[in-house]
């Protein structure tokens, strides 16, 4: 019994997104979202080819204007973890650094009210700068080397 009970808690814990924007089954609701923005340089230069990923898993890649726009589903929230990710190596003239954002997300409307309705976030846009190559103090090394 307890196998089939740890089953089904991981089983929804796996279903907790989903792709429609309805109900998963166990009944839980889900919402819709959309965040888009622009991934820029520090001097304002767009950065194509940066991965935007969600928390939740939905992938998209800038274009050549540095635009993005990534859609998912999930479980009602107010706001979702983006990461921008540099993968592309030397291509935008050099690496930039990871950026980890965490996006408010504004309810625009739904059927169903907050819990099963649209939400968004518009203008996110990003300024990456550029890996400088320096890894943190690892604070159990010796400094008098």
Same mark, same amino acid.
């Given at each position: 019994m307890r196998r089939i009970l740890m089953f089904f808690a991981a089983l929804a814990v796996l279903s907790s997104c989903n792709t429609k924007g309805e109900q998963d089954w166990s009944g839980m609701e889900h919402i819709t979202f959309d965040v888009g923005g622009r991934v820029t340089d520090d001097n304002g230069a767009p950065l194509k080819n940066i991965a935007v990923v969600t928390a939740f898993g939905d992938t998209v890649r800038t274009n050549s204007a540095g635009v993005y726009m990534v859609a998912g589903s999930c =479980?009602?929230?107010?706001?979702?973890? +983006?990461?921008y990710s540099d993968?592309?190596? !030397? !291509?935008?003239g050099g690496?930039?650094? =990871?950026?980890?954002?965490? +996006?408010?997300? !504004?309810?625009?409307?739904?059927?169903?009210?907050?819990?099963?309705g649209k939400y968004e976030a518009r203008g996110v846009d990003v300024k990456m700068l550029k890996d400088q190559g320096i890894k943190p103090v690892d604070p159990n090394e010796s400094l008098d080397k």
């Open positions: =479980k009602p929230v107010t706001n979702v973890i +983006v990461n993968t592309d190596g !030397e !291509e935008n690496r930039f650094t =990871k950026i980890r954002k965490t +996006v408010d997300l !504004e309810y625009t409307g739904g059927a169903h009210g907050p819990y099963a």
